[in-house]
């Protein structure tokens, strides 16, 4: 039994030497050659009503992906922390004659999602399916765009699961720095540095999702960008089609406040690796 342990204890010094000898540390692997980046090739247009349209062809697979970004976002919440990813997340929980299940199920049964979140500048709307599908696909992003219902049963849903979202933040070490640096950067009463907090989540009432989509959810600030496998003509007949009757109107300025850090609150924190 010792002789054969022995044996096994050779052998795999043996090997870390040979490995060692033909893969010493001084030598390090060349890098591959560089290439060139190259953006893909797109177009842009503009409907009548005023909707950016940028779209990139890409055969390789039967799939079309959408984007649709609307300005405004977080930037825009006012003193209400919160309204934009409340009114994103509403999006989908319920439009035209459709509820959230149902919603789910017709995106389920053609294999396709569409999804929908706020970041600081703009909310984005994105969705992808393949292209036989496209029409049905297509049919629940406009209601989910143009007529979504903002019902009070989703929105008493929605609060608790982001209060409970707000919670698991707090034990999450990435979240509170990053949280802690746009305080530091922006400072708390700047439009980038304001977080959500059950306090203002609290505050915010179904009518002021309803407002917020009203004033700016408007093709005239809005983009959508496409790529997948159609045809330049099929892009700006579906752009057309589903999207060409979204009414443009006025919308408020965006005007996002000059930052200025103050040197006095940037704090060195010495981690102890050992």
Do not use: R
């Amino acid at each position: 039994m010792k002789k054969t342990a022995l044996v096994i204890v050779t052998l795999i010094i043996v090997k870390y030497s040979l490995f060692s000898i033909a893969f010493p540390d001084s030598v390090k692997p060349k890098p591959l050659p560089a290439e060139k980046f190259k953006f893909p090739e797109y177009t842009f247009e503009k409907l009548g009503n005023g909707l950016k349209l940028f779209y990139i062809q890409d055969s390789e697979q039967p799939v079309v992906n959408f984007s649709i970004m609307i300005a405004g976002g977080s930037s825009v919440d006012g003193k209400k922390p919160g309204l934009a990813s409340i009114t994103a997340s509403l999006l989908t929980k319920g439009a035209g004659e459709m509820k959230a299940k149902e919603i789910a199920e017709k995106l389920d049964g053609i294999g396709a999602d569409i999804s929908a979140n706020a970041t600081d500048d703009e909310i984005t709307i994105y969705g992808s399916c393949l292209k036989k599908h496209l029409n049905t696909f297509l049919g629940v992003m406009k209601e989910v765009l143009l007529s979504p219902t903002f019902t009070d049963e989703e929105f008493e849903k929605l609060i608790p699961q982001m209060k409970a979202a707000l919670q698991q933040q707090k034990a999450s070490p990435h979240t509170l720095a990053f949280n802690l640096a746009k305080k530091i950067l922006y400072g708390d009463k700047h439009p980038y540095g304001m977080i959500p907090t059950e306090k203002s989540l609290d505050d915010i009432s179904i009518d002021d999702v309803k407002e917020y989509y009203k004033t700016y959810f408007k093709p005239n600030t809005a983009s959508l960008a496409v790529s997948g496998d159609i045809t330049k003509k099929e892009f700006k007949d579906i752009a057309d089609k589903y999207f060409g009757e979204w009414k443009k109107g006025e919308v408020p300025k965006i005007e996002i406040p000059k930052t200025t850090v103050n040197s006095k609150d940037i704090k060195k924190i010495k981690v102890n690796t050992d």
